[in-house]
């Protein structure tokens, strides 16, 4: 697959795991705000899982551009990713067996979507395979969502109401909107108008 490809698929994946993530999460609060009454939210379970392979999706496909940087710092990005998905499909299969959410299931979730979009966005900056200001964007949101489950697993805010959504804004904004535009429509910069592709990490020494 060329870099154009991956560029283009991996920005459709990342829309496609947001929609298929909020409809889900969507179908299964409102179980939970039934109190468990009715059926459960097996197609709910199901949008989740299908948000899931495509964030593994994006975690593969970017380790082939981002391992050109640094391949050790790379490959934490696609395993997050998994652990992500893995997780994620564990509090599905416990909410069908159980009819109740598993406490706390998005924050457990966050955890490795937040390290591992911070050692995407560090790897993106570095190399400016996407402009830098995107990068900084996520950076930020990825940051503020890090930031956010310590807090809410604190009872500080509730990152599901009120102020503490507005940490998810710079998150969302980058994958749903920002970063696939700019992949979908411009791709991936040359190495060579990347002048520094290499991380420190790969530099040689003398």
Sequence with gaps: ?????????????????????????SMI?????????GA???????????????VVGIGLLMYRVLKSVDQRLAFWYPALRIVECTVSAACGVYL??????????????????????????YLLFVSRLVPRPIAVLGLVGYTLLTLGVPLDFLGVLDMNDGPGM??????GL????????????????APSAAPEFRSPALAPTS
Aim: net charge positive; with cysteine.
């Design 166 to 171: 507005a940490l998810l804004v710079p998150g």
């Design 174 to 189: 980058f994958e749903v909107v920002i970063l696939p535009i700019w992949l979908i429509t411009k791709g991936f910069r």
């Design 96 to 121: 069908l067996t159980r009819l109740q959410e598993f406490p706390n299931h998005l924050l457990w979730v966050y955890i490795p979507t937040g390290i591992g979009g911070l050692i995407l966005n």
């Design 29 to 37: 609060q409102a179980f939970a705000d039934s109190g468990g009454e």
């Design 40 to 54: 459960p939210p097996t197609v709910g379970v199901l949008l989740m899982m299908c948000s899931g392979v495509a």
């Design 1 to 25: 697959m060329s870099r154009r490809m991956i560029a283009v698929t991996v920005g459709v994946l990342f829309v496609v795991q947001m929609v298929t993530a909020m409809a889900g999460t």
